[in-house]
């Protein structure tokens, strides 16, 4: 078994939308965390599949798009040092700053490369003793163990010339801000199935306590997205709450002890900054005190970094949830992958770039 | 001593406004690369040769028409599974005139060498091209040899053109495709992108994926035989992926394309990677693949060519063109929902998480 034609097969999806069609007897708004989720929905048209009574709404599970533009801007202004190399994740590339992206400092002569995964950064350094190699450190708690052990390696080999620009954020607290905004639409939440695999869905436990939400880690393929909003839906109507998991396969409740070890050796939460959205307490991972000096923003004095954001872009709207992508006046107009206005259409998570590629121009259900 | 040219007194007939550099992206197949062309190539040289943008010129010598492309080879790394740069420079260029619906028969080679660049590999590559032209059936009838300093040049860098004849009585062209037309493929697609990807990044896969590269001339050949004026149009998917170049037809057609990707062929090992890659296969480049756009009355006789052909023995229909969405290509996904399949803007990004 191969775990993916498996999992998107037309008669088991179509099925499962009926299900939720007879589920369903009143409107409910159900948010998905994950970009990778917002994209596989938009992907294989889920939408079209599920009765108007819901509503999906994209939530702010995207690194990429949430990673504050100043942090962008001093990325790029360390990668424009004669001595620095800054290496990244594909999709930071083209995320813009204040005045220009990274794929743009680097047609301009800044040593700027794509890596797979951060443990490559290192192996740069180690070839690269003259220059310093920064890792912009990017991602949810998927993302950060692998990011941790980059750091645990550059340890062990007594590397002086790695650092890291941490822009990780945490999931949990961001439900939180989201569940307790005044302004908040969503009724239940499918969470991200990855994430999940990572750090389980305890945490998520006392937040469907006190928000009474259902809540659902999911997976990503066609018929996970469908059996985990059949699973919401069905404790929405029966005016119940609590952790279900649905993506069995890969998520338990501890989730991956030994990754979650790794990355409390090396991080700690701090209070970060979501494009768009704002100031979210201990939201965000920092390097522990005794591993600053692997820190990039301590290492590197770029002098200030004044940000300023597109006055056209409402990608805090879209992050949460509030507005679609189509309900931009930009949208497709002045803002499309080729010139963004914001993260959201830049990145492969990012709600905005999936209602480009897939549903521009159809079954737009506002 | 030489005066520099003054570049501040050239004016640019259509100011690209966005960007003042060349972005990689602007040799990527996609949309910027479509920007790039239309708005300083088409309009510095216009005329209406030019103006269909298809693979290859149609020309007319007294009579007799040639197709006649370029291409341009500047891939990392050199060496790949199921090729190098030298075969590719072939098979590229004789694939090109294939889809004119011509006969490739000759060749022009140019090579800018970088100093350094090993004598060894160097005639790897040759012998590489002569295995190419001899299977393809043409002869490399001229050529060129620069050598660069050492550190302006990434090796080695290939041109190739080609001219052949244009059938007689064929027109390739997106005025010929109406709604109705089948769209057909040769075999199995996203295959040269993830060899090089695997070559790259050194990733490696349980099951060897080698690249597809391949010449068509011989395929096109069967095709026409079997379909003759029933063969609308063709496209070699490279850079962009099939996907783009089916967007790329629907623009230029000003029709609707409707694709079924549970008919598109992909091998499990490529389909795998893909997954693991975050990619979708619909824009990974392939080197020996053809997309064709028939009438429906022609389609099966023409699969049934492509299939008794070595090129086409996996051929299928994947979909078919519509008056609907004109100048948008449709995908009807595995889970029988719909979605639009657009040109590609830049690279694709492997996937974070």
Redesign the interface.
């Known amino acids: 078994m191969k775990y993916v034609d498996e999992y998107r097969r037309e008669p088991e999806a179509k099925r499962y939308a009926k299900a939720i069609a007879h589920t369903v007897t009143q409107p409910w708004t159900v948010m998905e965390i994950c970009g990778g989720q917002t994209h596989a929905i938009m992907k294989f048209g889920l939408e079209q599949l599920l009765p108007a009574s819901v509503t999906l709404v994209h939530g702010p599970g995207c690194p990429v798009c949430v990673t504050p533009i100043e942090l962008i801007d001093r990325a790029i202004a360390i990668a424009q040092r004669p001595d620095t190399i800054l290496t990244s994740f594909g999709d930071m590339l083209r995320v813009p700053g204040s005045e220009t992206d990274l794929l743009g400092a680097k047609s301009a002569g800044a040593d700027v490369r794509m890596v797979y995964g951060a443990l490559d950064a290192v192996k740069i350094a180690r070839n690269h003793p003259d220059r310093q190699v920064v890792f912009f450190a990017v991602g949810f708690e998927t993302t950060a163990p692998g990011n941790a052990m980059a750091v645990i390696q550059a340890e062990e080999l007594g590397l002086d010339n790695f650092s890291i620009l941490s822009s990780h954020v945490r999931v949990p607290p961001a439900m939180e801000a989201l569940l307790g905004a005044p302004d908040n639409v969503v009724d239940g939440f499918l969470a991200a199935g990855h994430v999940c695999t990572i750090m389980g869905y305890r945490e998520y436990e006392p937040i469907a306590e006190k928000y009474r939400v259902p809540i659902v880690p999911t997976g990503f393929e066609p018929l996970d997205l469908l059996q985990g909003l059949h699973m919401v839906l069905t404790l929405l109507e029966a005016g119940r709450y609590g952790v279900q998991n649905q993506y069995r396969r890969s998520v338990t409740r501890d989730g991956n002890l030994h990754a979650q070890r790794m990355l409390a050796r090396v991080f700690e939460p701090c209070d970060r900054q979501w494009r768009g959205v704002g100031t979210i307490p201990a939201s965000g991972l920092k390097l522990r005190a005794e591993l600053t000096r692997f820190d990039a923003e301590q290492r590197f004095d770029v002098g200030q970094v004044t940000a300023r954001e597109s006055e056209v872009c409402i990608a805090g709207a879209i992050l949460k949830g509030l507005k679609k992508p189509p309900q931009c006046p930009a949208f497709g107009v002045e803002c499309t992958p080729d010139k963004p206005l914001g993260a959201p259409m830049v990145s492969t998570e990012g709600a905005c770039s999936a209602y480009f590629r897939y549903a521009r121009g159809q079954n737009e259900r506002t | 001593m030489r005066t520099l040219p003054d570049l501040s007194r050239i004016t640019c007939p259509a100011p690209l406004a ?1 960007y003042a ?5 602007h040799g990527g197949g996609g ?2 690369s479509q ?1 790039l062309i239309d708005e300083l190539f088409v309009q510095a040289f216009g005329n209406p040769i030019l103006e269909p943008l298809h693979d290859g010129a149609v020309l007319n010598a007294g009579g007799q028409r040639l197709a006649f492309s370029t291409d341009s080879f500047v891939i990392q790394p050199l060496f790949f599974p199921g090729g190098n740069i030298g075969s590719l420079a072939v098979h590229g260029t004789v694939n090109d005139i294939a889809m004119c619906g011509a006969t490739p028969l000759w060749l022009s080679a140019g090579y800018i060498i970088e100093e350094g660049f090993g004598m060894k590999e160097l005639c790897a590559v040759v012998e590489a091209m002569r295995e190419a032209a001899a299977q393809a059936g043409v002869q490399i009838v001229t050529g060129d040899t620069k050598v660069v300093d050492r550190g302006k040049g990434d090796g080695i860098y290939i041109n190739t053109a080609g001219v052949g004849l244009v059938r007689e009585g064929i027109r390739i062209g997106a005025d010929r495709i109406e709604a109705g037309d089948a769209i057909l493929v040769n075999g199995p697609i996203a295959e040269h992108g993830i060899a090089i990807m695997s070559v790259r ?1 050194g990733l490696e896969f349980e099951t060897n994926i080698e690249s597809d590269s391949a010449a068509l001339g011989g395929l096109v050949a069967a095709m026409l035989d079997a379909g003759g004026e029933d063969v609308h149009m063709l496209r070699d998917p490279t850079r962009g992926g099939v996907a783009s170049a089916l967007d790329e037809i629907a623009t230029t057609a000003r029709l609707g394309l409707r694709l079924q990707e549970a008919k598109v062929p992909v091998r ?1 090992a490529v ?2 990677a893909c ?1 693991i890659l ?1 990619f979708d296969p619909l824009y990974v480049a392939n080197e020996g693949k053809c997309v064709a756009v028939v009438a429906r009355r022609a389609a099966e006789r023409i699969l049934a060519a492509m299939r008794a052909h070595e090129r086409g023995t996996e051929a299928a229909l994947i979909g078919e063109v519509t008056s609907d ?1 004109p100048g ?1 290509v ?1 995908l009807r ?8 399949v ?1 040109r590609m ?3 694709q ?5």
């Open positions: 966005r550099t060349v972005q990689l992206a949309r910027l920007q990044e499990e389909r795998g997954e975050g969405h948008r449709v996904s595995q889970v029988g929902a719909d979605r639009i657009e803007s830049g690279e990004l492997p996937r974070i998480c």
